[in-house]
């Protein structure tokens, strides 16, 4: 069964370009409501233990160098098919295939500066929302 909750970060590139504010207007515009959201910058040991599951990937030590490089913008969103209504409005992960109007077909620079993580399923949105954030931090 479907959640109403998923989680999202705006990306080091799309913090240093200027784009929190705007993808945050489109998310809020898509019906999403911020549930919890901070501004951070990950160690790379940090960035290492959130996409452990790429570890074995050769692309697993630019991945953490990339996400340590400058601050991030981590949120969990609420929203009825929350996972899967988000995974539609950020596009694809390269955005020459992103669908015009998503986030990455606006903002993203590469397919590795894709400018926003989105959850890939509830599992995955609980235990990364988790990773960010405290019960406590949620409202």
Do not use: W
């Not at 799309?14 to 898509?30: D, N, P, Q, R, S």
């Not at 959201?37 to 990950?42: D, F, P, S, W």
Request: aromatic content about 10%; hydrophobic content about 40%; overall charge negative.
């Amino acid at each position: 069964m479907a959640t109403n909750q998923t989680f999202t970060m705006i990306k080091p590139d799309a913090v240093e370009g200027g784009h929190t504010g705007a993808i945050i207007k489109l998310i809020e515009e898509a019906g999403f409501r911020i549930v919890a959201i901070k501004k951070t910058q990950l160690t790379p040991e940090r960035a290492g233990q959130f996409y452990a599951v790429h570890r074995e990937r050769p692309f697993y030590n630019d991945l953490r160098a990339y996400m340590s490089s400058g601050a991030i913008v981590p949120m969990i969103l609420e929203k009825e098919n929350a996972v899967a209504d988000f995974r539609k409005l950020i596009g694809a992960t390269n955005p020459a295939q992103a669908e015009e109007g998503t986030i990455r077909k606006l903002y993203a620079k590469s397919i590795e500066a894709n400018a926003i993580h989105g959850s890939d399923s509830d599992e995955n949105a609980a235990i990364e929302g988790s990773f960010f954030f405290a019960a406590t931090e949620q409202f």
